[in-house]
T-cell receptor, first 112, second 112 residues
Framework: DSGVTQTPKHLITATGQRVTLRCSPR?????VYWYQQSLDQGLQFLIQ???????AKGNILERFSAQQFPDLHSELNLSSLELGDSALYFC???????????FGSGTRLTVV | SQQGEEDPQALSIQEGENATMNCSYK?????LQWYRQNSGRGLVHLIL?????REKHSGRLRVTLDTSKKSSSLLITASRAADTASYFC????????????FGQGTRLTINP
């Protein structure tokens, strides 16, 4: 157990639907990062939150949104899902700058 | 977009041999990190090397960094079957948010 908890582990849904992925960061970590991993695109940074505020945005589609709550857990919302959104979605957290990041085990999303 | 490129994309060696993976990146960095990913699972932080460091060791791992060539290498000595995984380098740039930018990874297979 890395200390970063992601739920659910697997999700199968139909095109056009909306899903919410949840992440609880390691205790004490204020930063949460979301990544998408697909076979053709590799690991793509989506978005970062720090202590409840959006800090950086990467290749995140307008159909996707995220937030970090006061208890520091984060949710990634994916809407109007397309087949191409099928991927592994990882959450990572970090504490002090200059140290490694801790990744969750991911949510495997399959859009059918 | 990917910051780092790993070389080779795939590497297959015999157990007990040493494995060397290389990573090149494009911009100046704050630090460079190496991660391991077992098939379909989360990423595990292996080692972090700062831009002012040239070499770092952790157990059977040795990482070098050449900022003039914008390259790094990861050496795994006395490889074991359990080292079979994908290895990614990731960089953190000095400006802005401390997000990790990953390369495409090296798929390492250790043959017993």
């Amino acid at each position: 157990d890395s200390g970063v908890t992601q739920t659910p582990k697997h999700l199968i849904t139909a095109t056009g639907q909306r899903v919410t992925l949840r992440c609880s960061p390691r205790s004490g970590d204020l930063s949460v990062y979301w990544y998408q991993q697909s076979l053709d695109q590799g690991l793509q940074f989506l978005i970062q939150y720090y202590n409840g505020e959006e800090r950086a945005k990467g290749n995140i589609l307008e159909r996707f949104s995220a937030q970090q709550f006061p208890d520091l857990h984060s949710e990634l919302n994916l809407s109007s899902l397309e087949l191409g959104d099928s991927a592994l979605y990882f959450c990572a957290s970090s504490g002090l700058l200059g140290y490694g990041y801790t990744f969750g085990s991911g949510t495997r999303l399959t859009v059918v | 977009s990917q910051q780092g490129e790993e070389d080779p994309q795939a590497l297959s060696i015999q157990e007990g041999e040493n494995a060397t993976m290389n990573c090149s990146y494009k911009t100046s960095i704050n630090n460079l990190q190496w991660y391991r990913q077992n098939s379909g699972r989360g990423l595990v932080h292996l080692i972090l090397i700062r831009s002012n460091e040239r070499e770092k060791h952790s157990g059977r791992l040795r990482v070098t960094l050449d900022t003039s060539k914008k390259s790094s290498s990861l050496l795994i000595t006395a490889s074991r079957a359990a080292d079979t995984a994908s290895y990614f380098c990731a960089t953190v740039v000095p400006q802005g948010a401390q997000k990790l930018v990953f390369g495409q990874g090296t798929r390492l297979t250790i043959n017993p």
